[in-house]
């Protein structure tokens, strides 16, 4: 009979986990290789599934695509490993069970790391060799991303007449990575022509019961549902998933209940569990009607509007803006910080910046130094933001206190690398891109977390990105400012520069991008500081002009600091005309470098606007 007869007729039994049983024997490796190295193994696991009474089991493919393959460097094997796949399943099923062909979603939380394209070449390479293999359907399972899924279910419509099952994973019960409700993504998969629709992985029974309360029987698709067997726990360091396989008889029944005519198990279960599933539900009449309760009308939460002032995309906007970075101190005394940040705002300038363990080396952290500064002296502070020591859950959390503190101007960064630190082992988490986390930033100022769960309130965050224009290709790293404003920059701080020939370049390279950027300006403060900047910093290159400037001072301190004031002003006078923000950054603490610098802007900015007045030319 054919599975789709079969489905019609009665509640099939699929099979239940492959990665985590093998994982639970020991093997942590490429799951999708042992179809090649360990055969007999992936076929005893399938033989275990059908004897426990799975009457649809899935090839060993989850992740046996080019993209997923690379990862172990095995994408050459796409072939060889899925061919090998099916075979052990069909000699599994023999005559009593369907093969389904699996394809797992590549897209996980963070969206944006794979293309559609790469994920549809990759999707055709691996469904060729299922169709070539003939299995009975084609399983998608585990999409987090809805777009993701319908690119590759309308590919499987278009090559083949075989009854395609389109499983999704829930983010959290009832609803999609993307805030999509499930109910209205399984329509969107039905109406593409999924002739099963359903869900699978990352919640146990519990949450998937209740969120297929809120899901209708389909139209003309079949339900699906394949729970994992609880959430997981760790046990000596290794993930375990506890659960009663009593326990998913009483569950399978109420999924069936809730119209599920395939139910199988995801992570964690084992045979013991789809030998529950077989007990209890195998070979039952489907349900014909279902009553799904109405939607509860949510009371919309008023979104509050605050009163807020300017922030730093809109100042420079509007005038010339100033902002300083003074860094908080790699040491606990903190006096020199404190009496820096004061000078500052004494002097007048637009925001401080803290970066957030520049150099991948710790200091004080940023966000305590700019509450203190805050409070003590009403400065409006940005943090810096970067990638590397916090994962998606440090992130959010953070920018919710950024937000509770009245903390709005970040700058969202990547980080730099941790060998260059004070810990050249430690892990970098890069869960996400400065691209993503600019994104996601976004995403709170609607109110939304990164997870797609509304917070109750929006944040009101100004977002920079970093922009280094001290790079071989100046054009690529404004391509990148391009793609950072696509993910919602609302402007640009940039390193520093250190010729007015480059500032011209600079200018002439970004003169079409609308969001301002505010120059990068650091005042040298040796012959020393100037021969490290030029010879060992990437990127950073001084004129032989500003080199032997500084060195002409090398014996004496405080020269070599009115020198390397002198330089940035004419620094600043190059870049005056051009852009409307500067950043100056403060060397080691020296404060008195830019406050001198903060004052130097004002008064020509100042002497600038008296000459345009006079001229009656009205300036912005
Ligand atoms: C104003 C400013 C403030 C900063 N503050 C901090 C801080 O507080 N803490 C910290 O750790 N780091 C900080 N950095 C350093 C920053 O993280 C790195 O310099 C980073 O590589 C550039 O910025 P990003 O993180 O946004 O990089 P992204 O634009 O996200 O780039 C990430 C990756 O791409 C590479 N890349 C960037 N541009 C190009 C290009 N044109 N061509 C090819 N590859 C490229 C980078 O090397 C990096 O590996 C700051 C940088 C700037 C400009
Ligand atoms: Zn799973």
Do not use: W
């Not at 369907?98 to 794979?114: C, D, F």
């Not at 937000?403 to 990547?414: D, F, M, R, S």
């Not at 280094?468 to 520069?497: C, M, T, W």
């Not at 009115?562 to 060397?587: M, R």
């Amino acid at each position: 009979m054919k599975l789709i007869d079969a489905l019609n007729e009665r509640t099939l039994i699929g099979d239940g986990a492959m990665g985590t049983l093998l994982y639970s024997y020991g093997i942590d490796q490429c799951f999708e290789e042992l179809n090649l190295s360990h055969a007999k193994e992936v076929l005893n696991v399938h033989k275990a599934y059908v004897h426990a009474g799975a009457e649809i089991i899935q090839t060993n493919t989850y992740g046996a695509n080019y993209v997923k393959l690379a990862r172990y460097g095995l994408e050459e094997q796409v072939k060889e490993i899925n061919t090998a796949a099916i075979k052990l399943a069909k000699q599994a099923a023999g005559d009593q069970c369907y093969v389904a062909g699996t394809v797992g979603g590549i897209r996980g939380i963070q969206k944006q790391t794979t293309s559609l394209e790469e994920i549809k070449r990759s999707f055709r390479e691996q469904l060729y060799c299922m169709l070539f293999e003939q299995v009975d359907a084609i399983l998608f399972e585990t999409y987090f991303d809805l777009e993701e899924l319908l690119a590759v279910l309308h590919i499987a419509k278009k090559e083949t007449d075989l009854p395609v099952i389109a499983q999704v994973s829930m983010h959290e019960p009832g609803v999609l990575q993307d805030g999509t409700p499930l109910n209205e993504a399984l329509e969107l998969i039905e109406n593409n022509g999924a002739d099963v629709i359903g869900v699978n992985c990352r919640l146990g029974p519990y949450h998937m019961i209740q969120a297929l309360e809120d899901v209708p029987l389909p139209d003309k698709a079949v339900l699906s549902a394949y729970p994992n067997a609880s959430l997981p726990d760790y046990d000596d360091g290794r993930l375990i998933y506890p659960t009663d396989p009593e326990y998913f008889k009483k569950s399978a029944l109420a999924l069936y209940e809730q119209g599920a005519r395939l139910i199988g198990g995801c992570c964690g279960t084992t045979p013991e569990h789809i030998e529950a599933i077989a007990a209890s539900v195998k070979g039952k009449a489907p349900i014909q009607s279902k009553t799904v309760p109405e939607k509860k009308v949510q009371p919309k939460t008023e979104v509050q509007v605050k009163e807020r002032s300017p922030q730093l995309h809109e100042i420079a906007a509007e005038r010339r803006a100033i902002i300083v970075e003074l860094d908080p101190p790699k040491r606990l005394r903190t006096e020199r910080f404190f009496e820096g940040a004061k000078a500052l705002k004494e002097a007048g300038v637009d925001s401080v910046t803290l970066a957030d363990n520049s150099l991948a080396s710790p200091r004080i952290s940023n966000t305590a130094a700019a509450t203190l500064i805050h409070n003590k002296f009403n400065i409006n502070p940005l943090v810096h933001i970067s990638c590397r020591d916090r994962n998606l859950i440090g992130l959010q959390s953070h920018l919710m206190g950024l937000h509770t503190l009245g903390i709005n101007e970040v700058l969202a960064v990547t980080g730099d690398p941790t060998k260059i630190g004070d810990f050249p082992g430690a892990t970098s988490v890069y869960d996400l891109s400065s691209f993503d986390l600019i994104y996601y930033i976004k995403q709170l100022n609607k109110g939304i977390s990164f997870s797609g769960k509304p917070l109750g309130e929006n944040t009101s965050f100004s977002v920079a990105g970093a922009f280094n224009p001290n790079v071989r290709n100046l054009n690529r790293a404004v391509g990148r400012i391009e793609k950072k404003i696509k993910y919602g920059a609302d402007y640009f701080i940039s390193q520093p520069v250190y010729s007015e020939k480059q500032i011209l370049e600079v200018y002439d390279a970004t003169k079409h991008i609308k969001a301002p950027i505010y120059l990068g300006v650091m005042p040298l403060t040796s012959a020393r500081n100037a021969e490290f900047l030029h010879n060992e910093v990437p990127g950073i290159s001084l004129s032989p002009e500003i080199r032997e400037r500084m060195e002409l001072y090398s014996h004496d301190s405080e020269l070599s600091q009115k020198e390397g004031i002198a330089i940035a002003k004419s620094l600043i006078d190059a870049a005056l005309d051009l852009f409307n923000g500067i950043y100056l950054i403060t060397p080691f603490l020296r404060y008195e470098m830019t406050v001198e610098l903060t004052n130097y802007i004002q008064q020509k900015t100042k002497e600038q606007q008296e000459r345009k007045t006079a001229n009656g030319i009205h300036i912005v």
